[in-house]
């Protein structure tokens, strides 16, 4: 049988789109000082030289050329094999969003890439970043249809993956390796971070080319930095427009942890005196006690934060891109009036700017450059509030009737067992710097209402994207970024039981969480707009033995003691706060599988709209204001 010739233009010609084509490398044929040097050595030595400590992944035969690689710098890069590859995905994610510092992750051919998929458009989504290397069938055998080559329709992984990096890259030979490498780290941190990937054909891991590892990028970028320049006028106007108003906010997105931007918006806000809240992203920018601090506005918002902004003239935004959740699906009145509200708004990605509302002044910038420059202006000009006494005053009357509405729950003796009661449990005995990571569903929603963050950058949620599955393997992330601080998940018993496998990675790697999961035999979110929308037709959201028409579960805190963890399953109220605290004192591995009442809703205080069904109207507070 013939064999086939290696890759040329023309037998990989059906890879047209161009533009993510690794960029053309220089010629390193004949140069002194060089050796013969394998591609997966270049990989893992220039993975070295970044300081990238972890690399995350699960083998296959389109990995093993790398994994050689590895084996020779395990000194420097410890490997962790999650039992799938979307958990690599979740923990470098959550790894990255506390450090700034992107992780290497790695699958095989066909199935492997894929089952990434879903963890890498859940990053990009975010604006977090990870370094993703996937393998592809041998030059030698590209458009042959051999095992797991994805050759059909002119496709090819890098062209599945386009739409969730902010670049892939097509290695076609070992030279590749020295430009597009540094390029690809570069790209990751700046800007708005986000995953890139590189397809490589396995074969070019053991085959070799006589040149030398690359250097990284000099003055290479932190994460979300921004080589513009933003105009000392334009930040003058805005701030003297914000602080003549009578009732004006500070919108704190997620931007501000991308730039790491706590103590500059604390320092801004205190010297203008201005109130500050969050989109959810944004949780966590200011400590929860900070006696500016509002809360999250939204659907599921804080009261205080989300009246607040239904009556304020003027708002800052700085790294907010105002989706459905956050502004009440867009309709006026729920969340915001803009007009007449007035928006200055501040993005580092232009085409933000004026995307869902319209602005009165917009500046494209990094967030903490912007923090900076402003706060500079403001001491220097005396710039602060001129008149807040009374809207101080308005906001405090919401934030009174919000701490009368809640906290009844908080001391509830209710069995099955009330949210609230339990955040309050988990607010009190919590350290300051515990990590908290959100998994998807009620209980991302529980969390975004009632969780304190006490440090600011230790609240860690899925937005865009969504993907369940987040916070189940993302805490492990966590705790490889922060050892020695509590890293804790609040999940479900639906995301829960969908990746179950991350308590055998954290038995398996020492790496100690807990696990707090909402029992409510339910995919309760969804169960939820059933009841809401379709008058209480429900499907294929409740988790019911089909024989006995009972709920059922498996016993999940059994299953985590079968992977060898601690477990323990919480019937009654007054069990959790022990539970709890022998969990974050522990340093085991620690599943509490919490009953939780499945018809206790979450507070609506803003709204939420599926077109074409009508918005729900708010559960607290009053109903729009025009």
């Not at 939204?298 to 459905?324: H, K, M, Q, S």
């Not at 309709?331 to 803009?338: A, L, R, W």
């Not at 003796?413 to 339990?422: K, T």
Request: a negative charge; hydrophobic letters at 35%; glycine letters at 10%.
């Amino acid at each position: 049988m013939e064999r086939r010739k290696p890759y040329s233009s023309s037998n990989y010609s059906s890879f047209t789109p161009s533009q993510s084509y690794s960029t053309p490398s220089r010629s390193y044929s004949g140069m002194p000082g060089t050796n013969e040097i394998r591609g997966a050595d270049i990989i893992a030595e220039y993975l070295v030289k970044e300081k990238v400590p972890y690399i995350l992944g699960y083998a296959g035969h389109g990995a093993i050329g790398l994994l050689d690689g590895i084996y020779k710098h395990t000194d420097k890069i410890r490997h962790i094999s999650p039992r799938i590859e979307q958990g690599a995905g979740f923990m470098a994610d959550v790894y990255f969003r506390l450090t700034g510092q992107p992780l290497a992750v790695y699958a095989s051919t066909g199935p492997g890439p894929m089952n990434m998929m879903i963890s890498v458009a859940n990053a990009f989504y975010d604006n977090s970043a990870f370094f993703l290397i996937t393998g592809q069938v041998p030059t030698t055998q590209v458009n042959s249809g051999a095992l797991q080559d994805d050759y059909r329709y002119n496709g090819d992984m890098s062209s599945i993956f386009q739409p969730v990096v902010k670049k892939s890259y097509r290695i076609r030979k070992v030279e590749d390796l020295c430009s597009t490498l540094p390029e690809a780290f570069g790209l990751m941190r700046t800007g708005r971070p986000g995953p890139v990937h590189f397809d490589m054909p396995y074969d070019l891991y053991i085959e070799s080319a006589p040149v030398s590892t690359p250097e990284p990028l000099n003055g290479s970028a932190s994460a979300g930095s921004w080589s513009g320049k933003m105009s000392d006028y334009s930040i003058q106007r805005a701030l003297e427009i914000l602080c003549a108003s009578e009732r004006p906010l500070i919108l704190a997105g997620g931007g501000i942890r991308v730039a790491g931007a706590y103590e500059q918006l604390r320092q801004l806000a205190e010297q203008l005196e201005i109130p500050v809240y969050t989109s959810f992203m944004g949780k966590g920018a200011l400590p929860y006690d900070h006696k500016l601090h509002l809360g999250i506005a939204g659907v599921w918002g804080d009261y205080p934060a989300t009246e607040a902004c239904r009556n304020a003239d003027v708002i800052l935004a700085i790294g907010a891109r105002f989706n459905d959740l956050h502004t009440g699906s867009w309709i006026p009145g729920y969340v915001y009036n803009i007009p007449p509200t007035k928006l200055i708004q501040v993005d580092i990605d232009e085409n933000e700017i004026g995307r869902n509302y319209p602005v009165e002044i917009g500046i494209t910038g990094d967030a903490k450059e912007f923090l900076e420059q402003a706060l500079k202006i403001a001491r220097g000009k005396g710039i602060r509030i001129e008149s807040g006494d009374a809207w101080r005053r308005e906001i405090e009357g919401w934030q009174s009737e919000w701490r009368n509405f809640c906290a009844p729950f908080e001391t509830s003796s209710e069995v099955p067992i009330e949210p609230r009661r339990m955040l309050a449990d988990m607010n009190r005995l919590s350290p300051a710097g515990t990590v908290m990571v959100d998994d998807i569903g009620n209980c991302q929603v529980w969390s975004e209402q009632y969780w304190q963050t006490k440090v600011p950058g230790t609240h860690m949620t899925a937005g865009g994207f969504a993907a369940m599955g987040f916070g189940v393997c993302g805490v492990l992330g966590a705790r490889l970024a922060r050892p020695d601080s509590p890293c804790v998940t609040l999940c479900g018993d639906g995301g829960f039981t969908m990746w179950p496998h991350a308590v055998m990675t954290a038995v398996e790697y020492n790496l100690p969480a807990v696990w707090v999961v909402q029992n409510n035999y339910a995919i309760g979110t969804i169960r939820d707009l059933q009841r809401v929308y379709l008058d209480g037709r429900e499907l294929g959201t409740s988790f019911v033995n089909q024989q006995t028409g009972q709920f059922w579960n498996p016993d999940i805190a059994r299953m985590a003691e079968a992977m060898g963890a601690h477990g323990v399953r919480i019937e009654h109220p007054d069990q959790f706060g022990d539970a709890y605290a022998e969990a974050l004192n522990s340093n085991v591995p620690t599943v509490l599988d919490v009953v939780i009442n499945r018809d206790t809703g979450v507070p609506v205080t803003g709204t939420w709209q599926m077109p074409p069904i009508p918005e729900v109207e708010p559960t607290f507070g009053r109903r729009k204001v025009r």
